[in-house]
């Protein structure tokens, strides 16, 4: 009896493929935990390029894969951190290609208190290791400030404070930057407010603060945590200008109260703090003018004592002058007799000299007798003089006359005159071509020359356009 293989029965069970069960188990997940809160411990926190946050939830003995959306991850209220113990809302849902489930976050908040104080235990050792609440990057507050910067929200009671204690003190100019100092925007608008301040210049329409107030009410942990944010955190730490750190109330501390150059136990210290006390200040000035007169007052005492004392070991000096005014009218006697006895000895030298004088009438007419003589005779030696010189100059014309190129024309010569106005004297001189002015006794005429020293090739002659012009006879 030979042997047959078993026949395999039809089954009635439905045949997936693998994509087919992925949906099926992908929308009964989301069915089922549409909506669930899970605690547990952040692991392998990474962002991504686009802006995704990736990481991982965990307890003592499970895990599960996590990821929040770039619209979320903006939202959340704290930054997540590997370590942190946190509270999630979300959805599940699955990862076909990885056949994986995963929580889908879309908020965050901290595991209770204790888990917070840890995360801010732990960013504190972070920042103050990279030297961010260092002493030593502390900066002093002016004395008296012109321009108060206060960072705060417009509609608390906090700015309120500030400016009434301001106006007791001491009455300056306040800007207020606006922003909110709770929720999710609040660490953007404040590092904004400090950053702005810090970015205004003593030239612009908005003066720049000579000092910045961060200030805050009083609230909860979680309340105050925009101020324990990393951002805030280097603003204040950055900022140029002197920061006062006022949020909360004296028992509350903040992550910026350790990069502020100043932390004020309330907004009202801080007040206190940037501006002294005006009546305070008059009085001392009051008090120094008092100390300042009547130190210039003993000094002057001292002064005058220590020259009284000088003084009485000096001679009266009304003697030494008494002395030396008399020796003055003895001097000025002896000097005025000098004068008187020279101007008389001149007086005498003058009489001797004026009687060897001649009278100058005389000594005139005898002058005028000589000239008188010799006039004749001087009239006729110039006379005699005119006529030779007449004659010289006769004989010297005539000479000029017989020599002048003019009566060389009158004996049929040319006068060859170039195009520069200059004679031309030499063959070597007359080129071919050129035009030329003929000078003869009775007139002028115009020529051109054809042909140019011996040797050379004569050019042709150039057609007369126009007739010569007649010259001027000489």
Known sequence: MSQHPTATLPSNLYEYTVSELSAVLKTTVEERFGHIRLRAEISGFKRHASGHLYFTLKDDTACIDAVCWRTSGGKLSLQPEDGLEVIVTGRLTTYP???KYQIVVEAMELAGQ???????EERKKRLAAEG???PARKKPLPFLPGVIG????????????????LKDRYPCRVLLWPVAVQGETAAAEVTAAIKGFNRLSAGDIIPRPDVIIVARGGGSIEDLMAFNEEIVVRAAAESTIPLVSAVGHETDTTLIDFAADIR??????????????????????????????????????????????????????????EAKNQKLDDETERLMLAARNLVERQGQKISQLTGRLRSPIEIYRRSLDGLTRT??????????????????????????????YKRILDRGFVLVLGADGHPILRATEAKAGAEVALTFADGTASAQILAGPKGSEPSKPRRQTTPPTQGKLI
């Open 97 to 99: 290609g990885r056949s």
């Open 114 to 120: 204790g888990a917070l104080l840890k995360m801010l």
């Open 132 to 134: 961010l609440f260092d």
């Open 150 to 165: 206060v960072i705060t929200s417009p509609t608390g009671a906090v700015i309120r404070d500030i400016l009434h204690r």
């Open 264 to 321: 004020a136990p309330t907004p009202t210290a801080a007040a206190e703090i940037a501006v002294p006390i005006r009546t305070n200040l008059v009085e001392a000035l009051i008090d120094l003018g008092r100390r300042a007169i009547g130190g210039l007052g003993r000094y002057v005492g001292e002064r005058r004592l220590h020259l009284d004392g000088l003084a009485r070991g000096l001679i009266d000096p009304r003697r030494l002058l």
């Open 375 to 404: 006039a004749p005779l001087m009239l006729k030696a110039i006379q005699q003089s005119l006529r030779t010189t007449e004659r010289q100059m006769m004989a010297t014309g005539a000479l000029l006359e017989s020599l002048s």
